[in-house]
């Protein structure tokens, strides 16, 4: 799926605005709004704690861009997509990329980004007659000397099987970027057995957290994370303050423990 792509600002501008050479990162799978088991609607909540971390560009899994259903059981329910609700007035720049669409409704992932996303497309890596998977690839120009960065949101399916050729997917659009274009990649890989690095590394990818403290960091399910299911890799890049976000509010907003982690040019 491909939306409009947004307005950005002038070269003139950009050529005055000090660059830009350390930003944050936060991945979080939203499971559409939900505390764990579906239990409560807490989307507003959600988006005080996203805005209490102060992230640059914000990695998102499982959001929902329609609903006709919820709005008449929930009275707090958006009047507008999730991921822009989300977004409110922190990030200007937004992305979505639908992945499972049925009757009621649809959802996938989505990136808000305080950098002008200069374009962004959406890969299908479902496999057939299975879950609806996709990953969002959208390219950020950096304020100052317009240094791009690739940022790919994940989500990956349930069966290892299904998750090797998902990685296989994604390792073929890293080989056809350029060698020494900056990448992030971030989100749920649903990697409970570890295995994704065996495919990822040998295209440049390192994940933060097993480069800093040995394995990837535990954040599965939130309120007793133990399964290390979520990730963040770079290329050409390096990373600092890898940080899992288990503590409350974060606990009980989410089935997930969100990641952040600073990323420097």
């Not at 979080?28 to 609607?41: D, I, P, S």
């Not at 209490?52 to 959001?63: H, I, K, N, R």
Request: proline share 6%; with cysteine; aromatic share 8%.
């Amino acid at each position: 799926m491909s939306i409009s792509e947004p307005v950005g600002v002038t070269d003139e501008q950009q050529s005055i605005i000090t660059a830009v050479r350390r930003f944050t990162v936060l991945t979080v799978n939203t499971h559409k709004g939900f505390t764990a088991l579906n239990r409560r609607f807490i989307l507003p909540e959600l988006r005080e704690a996203v805005r209490s971390v102060s992230a640059d560009v914000v990695f998102l899994q499982e959001v929902h861009g329609t609903h006709e259903q919820h709005p008449q059981r929930y009275s707090n329910w958006p009047t507008m997509p999730q991921y822009e609700f989300l977004a409110d007035t922190l990030w200007p720049q937004f992305a979505y990329g639908r992945n499972a669409v049925y009757p009621a409704g649809d959802h996938g992932n989505a990136l808000l980004s305080k950098f002008q996303i200069i374009r962004h497309d959406n890969l299908d890596v479902s496999i057939s007659g299975h879950e609806n998977r996709g990953l969002l690839h959208c390219v950020l120009r950096l304020p100052g000397d317009g240094q791009e960065v690739h940022a790919i949101c994940v989500h990956l399916g349930l069966y290892e099987v299904h998750r090797t050729e998902q990685l296989k997917l994604l390792a073929r659009r890293l080989d056809d970027l350029p060698s020494d274009a900056p990448v992030i990649v971030a989100g749920d890989f649903n990697d409970w057995r570890q295995r994704a690095d065996a495919l990822l590394n040998p295209c440049g990818l390192r994940e933060v957290f097993a480069e800093h403290h040995g394995k990837p960091a535990r954040s599965f399910p939130a309120r007793w994370p133990v399964l290390r299911l979520d990730r963040i890799y770079v290329r050409n890049l390096q990373a600092s303050r890898a940080q899992v976000l288990a503590a409350r509010p974060w606990s009980h907003l989410s089935d997930h423990a969100p990641l952040s982690v600073e990323i420097e040019l």
